[in-house]
């Protein structure tokens, strides 16, 4: 028997759709979610909050509280510090090789094989910075965007 979506299952998934197409992507994981699509799932839900973006800033938040009907707030500081766009760099003089920042990446910008130099492939990245503290030779440094 075909599943049938109701239609308040179809409002929930666009209001997913719309909330994800406001969040910047970054897929860091500072909101507490693992990633920009399961926060706005949560969110859609009324689980989470519309200030834990700190990526998106005050103005990602009033862009979500607008869509939500709700009161505006600013982020949350306490989650992190929002940044203007930024992208990694492998510092090619520096690499070993061991691929933990690969590992670190949510959206595989970085490319490389082991005991080879990695690099960033710049239009992926979104600057979530998570492959920073993954690199033990602090070869990876964030560049303005």
Do not use: F, W
């Not at 970054?26 to 507490?32: A, D, H």
């Not at 090789?97 to 990446?105: E, V």
């Amino acid at each position: 028997m075909p599943s049938r979506i109701t239609n308040h299952e179809s409002r929930i998934t666009d209001l997913v759709e719309r909330l994800d197409r406001i969040l910047p992507q970054t897929q860091c994981g500072q909101c507490g979610y693992d990633g920009c699509r399961p926060y706005a799932e949560a969110m859609a839900r009324g689980d989470a909050d519309i200030d834990h973006c700190p990526p998106g800033g005050n103005a990602g938040a009033r862009a979500l509280a607008k869509l939500l009907h709700v009161p505006t707030k600013p982020y949350d500081r306490t989650r992190g510090t929002h940044k203007d766009a930024q992208v990694a760099v492998v510092i090619e003089a520096d690499c070993i090789g061991c691929t933990k920042c690969i590992q670190a990446c949510p959206v595989d910008a970085i490319v490389g094989a082991a005991r080879q130099m990695h690099v960033v492939i710049e239009p992926l990245c979104t600057g979530c910075e998570l492959c920073v503290p993954a690199c033990p030779v602090d070869c990876i440094v964030m560049l303005p965007g």
